[in-house]
Each structure stands twice: as C-alpha cells, then as structure tokens.
C-alpha cells in the first residue's frame, strides 16, 4: 500500500479539507504504522508548485508552506511515520509532469471542471499552469506509484484523469507484463465527501471564498467558532427525524454532514438525537462538538508554527526521502519514452 496526497499551501487549513482529507491522512497513517513494515508507506505533501497556476505572492507562499506544514503536523500527521515534504525540493514531480504532457489530451484536460470554475470567464487570461495543473497532479501520484489517494470528493475527477494518463502510458510505451505507473485508486469519505459553505448550502467550503464567515479554520478561537456556526446560513423549520427530510434543505443538510461526521456518527444517528429542535438549540449543540475536537488541534498548530527551524527540517527529511522513492519510476519513464539521460 502506496498512500499519497497533497493540500495546497495558500490559505489556511479548514473543515472541509480537515473532514473530506486530513483526518483520513491521519487515519491510514496510523493504521499503516500500526500493520508493520510490510504494510506500506504514506507520503503527504504541500502542493507549492500548483499554487503557481494561480495569481500569489512569493512571501505568502514561503510562510504558507510552513504554516501548512505546522497544520499537518498539528491535525496529527506524524513525520517519523509519514514522509512529509513539499514539492518544489523534489524536481522530480515537475520533470515527470513534462514526460506525461505528451501523454495528456487536451480533450481530457478541457474537461476538468476545475479548470472551468477557476479560469470562470476569463479563459484566455487564465495561466497555462491552470490548464495543465492535473497532469502536475497526475505526476504527484504516479511518481510514487501511489495505490490510495485519500482526497475530497472535488478532486475525483482529477484522479480519474491520472488513471486514464497511467493507463495510456502503459499501453502506449510499455510491454503488456511491464506497466511503468500502478493506477491509483481514490479515497473518498462518503460522510465527508464534500463539506459546503456555512453561507451558501450549494457552494462547497473553500479557501478561496472571499467571506471568513462560509468557512471554519482550524486554528479559529472558540469564539470565532461559535460566532460563525450561530450565523451559518440555516432555515426555520426544526430538525426532521431522519435524513430523508434533508433532501431539499441543503444549509440543513451541511451542518448535521458536519456534526456527524466531527462525532464520526451517521447523519440519521444525529437526526435520532436531535429530530425535532430547531436551530437555535442545534448550532450550540453543533458548535460545542467543533470546539472540542478543533481547540487541542489549534493550540499544537500555535506551538508548532512559532519553530521555524524544526518545520523546515521536517521537510527537508521529507523531501530526501521522497527524491529516494520517486528515483526509479522517473528513471523508467524516461527509458520508455527513448529518452537518454545525461
Ligand atoms: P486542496 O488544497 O484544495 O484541498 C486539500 C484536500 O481537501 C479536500 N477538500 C474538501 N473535502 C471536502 N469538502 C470540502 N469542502 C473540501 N475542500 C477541500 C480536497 O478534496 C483535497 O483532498 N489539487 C489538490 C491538491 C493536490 C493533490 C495532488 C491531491 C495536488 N496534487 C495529488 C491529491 C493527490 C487541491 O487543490 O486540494
């Protein structure tokens, strides 16, 4: 077992990403440390050269790279466990990038709905990078020959596009007992695949909102916590008894997907307890449960970010160890591609 996933640095870790990825990083690290050295190894990276597709600014990409790192560890994520790096120490994801691009349609890529959502009106103005940012991903799983990929339910179609790159690959360049890239199957919590906006009930939580208010972050206070649950879009009818009744109520739908997945129950589980209350007693009910679960992780994510010097070399041992893995696939890429390296 190969785990691989990334998060990207810009901004701040929250929910939606705790919920529908990280807690899953946290959990088959630990169950893979658990099973003995045969069982596998997890490799978890800040995606620092996909935040190039989009507009930045170098300094708060040097600090949010770290700050990441902090939240990672912080969520549990142990680097004596797990290998813990960035990508732009390992060169191989950009160089095995460029070997897939001639692999990658542009039929494929036109798809993406990521693309179509970024890029938004302005196509002809949107990077290059933005366009070809899944087959940087694609490099980023293949590399390691990646067999789970725990993410959000958002990033499923960019698996599917690794697999369907791999599978070219392999069929293009490689004898038929001989695949170069493993197909990497992706993880998706059903009860936390996609966590919505506490604004809007159809947009889903995400860094890039322009509102603090639609999102929770991890090292919010539990004021903040409190306060943005309080005013989280909600309805006037009280909780029904089962999930059914959520159908056509998505604000109503998000915050009980979230407080059954924070207390790791069902959603009907949830409706059992709480059928029938309105959400003057839910949201404190719902608060309360975030609070308790996000305030030991906000206060070791405090602690974590003041020390600089230990951060950058728990990414430094991380990246020395990636560079190790990821040697032979990139080796054998280019030796199927009849490429002569120097
Ligand atoms: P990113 O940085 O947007 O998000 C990191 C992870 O959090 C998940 N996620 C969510 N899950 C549920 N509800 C939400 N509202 C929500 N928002 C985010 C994402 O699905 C993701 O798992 N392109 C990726 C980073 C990446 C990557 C990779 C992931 C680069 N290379 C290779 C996996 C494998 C991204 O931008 O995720």
């Not at 191989?92 to 890029?119: C, N, P, Y």
């Not at 360049?173 to 695949?179: N, R, T």
């Not at 790791?264 to 209350?277: C, K, N, P, T, Y």
Request: glycine share 8%; proline share 5%.
């Amino acid at each position: 077992m190969r785990v691989v996933s990334g998060i990207q640095p810009t901004g701040n870790l929250h929910l939606g990403n705790y919920l529908g990825a990280i807690r899953n990083w946290v959990k088959m690290q630990d169950d893979i440390a658990g099973n003995g050295e045969n069982a596998g190894e997890c490799l978890f990276f800040l995606a620092d050269l996909h935040a190039l597709s989009m507009a930045h600014d170098p300094a708060a990409l040097r600090a949010g790279t770290l700050e990441m790192a902090a939240a990672l560890v912080a969520c549990g994520i142990d680097p004596d466990k797990s290998i813990l790096f960035n990508q732009a120490q390992v060169p191989a994801h950009a160089e095995l990038q460029w070997l897939l691009s001639g692999t990658a349609r542009m039929g494929w890529l036109g798809r993406m709905t990521q693309f179509k959502d970024k890029s938004g009106k302005n196509r002809e103005g949107a990077s290059i990078a933005l366009f070809t940012y899944p087959v940087l991903q694609a490099a980023d799983v293949l590399l390691y020959q990646a067999t789970h990929v725990p993410v959000g339910d958002d990033q499923k179609q960019h698996l599917e596009l690794a697999r369907d790159i791999a599978q070219k690959f392999n069929s293009d360049f490689c004898g038929e007992d001989d695949p170069v890239f493993t197909l990497p199957e992706p993880i998706i919590p059903p009860e936390a695949a996609r966590i919505m906006s506490l604004r809007d009930g159809s947009a889903k939580m995400s860094k890039s909102d322009p509102s603090e208010m639609s999102r929770i972050n991890l090292h919010d206070d539990a004021d903040t916590i409190m306060k943005k649950v309080k005013k989280a879009k909600s309805d006037a009818d009280a909780l029904p008894s089962e999930s059914a009744g959520l159908a056509d109520r998505p604000e109503a739908l998000n915050l009980v997907t979230i407080y059954a997945a924070i207390t790791g129950q069902s959603a009907d589980a949830v409706l059992r307890e709480h059928g029938g209350a309105g959400f003057g007693a839910f949201k404190p009910a719902l608060g309360a449960v975030l609070v308790e679960t996000l305030a030991p992780i906000s206060q070791r994510f405090r602690e974590l970010k003041q020390d600089r010097e230990s951060l950058d070399a728990i990414l430094a041992r991380g990246a020395a160890k990636a560079r190790e893995r990821g040697r032979q696939t990139l080796a054998q890429t280019y030796h199927a591609l009849g490429l002569v390296r120097g």
